[in-house]
């Protein structure tokens, strides 16, 4: 029976460089269903190994993703891209989960190997029995158990070789587009904008693809306001008048999208990057594929010799690509960087509109927190003091027929007294915390945490005091967090950390949630956002589905005075 077993594993290695050809063919063009088919025969082999060997051998394979769920407005989220229905993101989740998993990597070089380490074990099996086995069960646990024995490196460069292999394939439809720019605006020439508006911004989408891997803002200019009429109802575009501000508004919009210098760096990157790609990126992508079948290749030797320089080129070739890709796709960004980042001009441009968008939300939330003072001061302390006032007209008129009832007259005033001060106090807390003004950002927090339903550990060190509008700016938006945190998160452990450093005020705070936090679901971080760019500050929000949930606010300032307070314990 062992020999017959051991004729069973040279036939089981027989098919390996044809499955190993399929399934990197597979991983590279993202074919999931026939990855999971192919990991069927790693499977198989697996446990006859672990049955004919009588040694145990465990699978490992990472846990399957779950499937994506919707956000609160309904779309999917899968690596800072949305989705309307689930289908795509479930299967780049798969996609993903497969190509960052080590055990298809150990899956693939299982094939590679096997045979010839399993036919050789295989053969010995059939001549000595079972002691044969024994050793074919150990080699299949070392590459095909639990254990990894390769190096992690290597699976990040493999999964690096195979994401620049898209993204040089991806650059291909820049050029697409790019061709079709060119004829777009021939038939601009002759009053057919609508396909170069269209075109252009999808460019700009392709392009803005490209500056989020790289991690580059946009350069693009501020878009047009839409059109005003004139006092006789039509609206101007240039010096021709029309009823309707459709057309004004696509004529803007097309002299705001290609007189934008950045689109024009645009096209010539599409119609350059697939150049530069098939150069640092495809490259390493075929010297690997190249290289990997090659070296599948040491099989035929069983039965056609062939020259042995094609194994060891082919090895080589494979070394170099896993070696040169991790730099030569940093000089890939490098150079989209330069055409795609934003100028100094753009930067300029950008940022006079940000401030002008911010200085105006700060205008409309100074005029809503007056007309809320104003409601709070009327609604509570002014008829308390109003109740007041008539209460000591009666007891000037009680003292002297009854005594009993002015007496008891001014006990409730004591006590709408205390309580009018109570309201006087909150409001003024509201407005600007005395502890804040006293104590400094530091302290101020630390009360906040106190009254926090959670628990709430502080860890805050500043040199000095702030300028009193950034302090009042983090202090409420911290507030807000926490806030946002115990009613939203389902925490049970909040951690905030102040600091400040190169003129640079960073407040982070981190808690063990559910996750799943949007600025744009309604939680209050929209507002926080808006608070902070009064001050040219950020709101960054990390915040996956399942937690935890880390929100780091960034404010450009400095320390005007020496510290306050010095010490960090939690809250």
Known sequence: MARLRGLGLVALAAIGPVLAAVDLAALLLGVTPVVLWIRRVPATARRLASDWSELPIADPYDPAPPPPRPRPDGLYEVRRRLYRRPHVPAYRQQAHWLASDGATWLDLLWLVLNPVVGTVLGLAAAVVGRPALRWHGRWTRALLGARRPWPTWVKDRVVLILDSAQLATQSLVGLLLAGLLVASAALALVGVTWPLIMLVENSRNYTNYY????????????????????????????????????????????????????????????????L??????????????????????????????????????????????????????????????????????????QRVQRLTETRTDAIDTQAAELRRIERDLHDGAQGRLVAMGMALRTVERLLDRDP??????????????????????????????????????????????????????????????????????????????????????????????????????????????HGGADPAGGTGLLGVRRRLGTFDGVLDVRSPAGGPTTLTMEIPCVLSSRRTSTCSEPG
């Open 276 to 349: 530069v790609a098939a150069t640092l990126l495809a490259l390493p992508s075929a010297a690997l594929f190249v290289g990997f079948a090659q070296v599948t290749a040491v099989v035929t030797f069983l039965w056609q010799p062939r020259p042995w320089w094609h194994v060891l080129a082919g090895a080589a070739a494979t070394a170099l690509a896993l070696v040169l890709a991790p730099i030569w796709r940093r000089w890939h960004d490098r150079w989209t960087s330069v055409l795609l980042a934003p100028t100094e001009t753009a930067r300029l441009a």
């Open 211 to 274: 500056r989020r891997r790289v991690g580059v803002d946009e350069p693009y200019r501020p878009a047009p306001s839409a059109p005003r009429p004139e006092p006789d109802g039509r609206y101007r575009a240039g010096r021709r008048l029309y009823r309707s501000p459709s057309t004004p508004a696509r004529r803007a919009r097309l002299s705001w999208l290609v007189r934008d210098p950045a689109s024009g760096r645009d096209l010539v990157w599409m119609l350059v990057n697939p």
């Open 404 to 513: 009993e009832t002015a007496r008891r007259l001014i006990v409730e005033v004591r006590e709408n007294t205390a309580t009018a001060l109570t309201e006087i106090r909150e409001l003024v807390h509201g407005i600007h915390p005395p502890v804040l003004a006293e104590r400094g950002l530091a302290d101020a927090v630390r009360v906040v945490a106190l009254d926090c339903p959670l628990d709430v550990e502080v860890a805050a060190d500043l040199a000095g005091r702030l300028d009193p509008p950034v302090e009042s700016a983090a202090y409420f938006a911290v507030r807000e967090l926490l806030t946002n945190a115990a009613k939203h998160s389902g925490a049970s452990r909040i951690r905030v950390a102040v600091h400040h450093a190169h003129d640079l005020l960073t407040i982070s705070v981190h808690d063990d949630g």
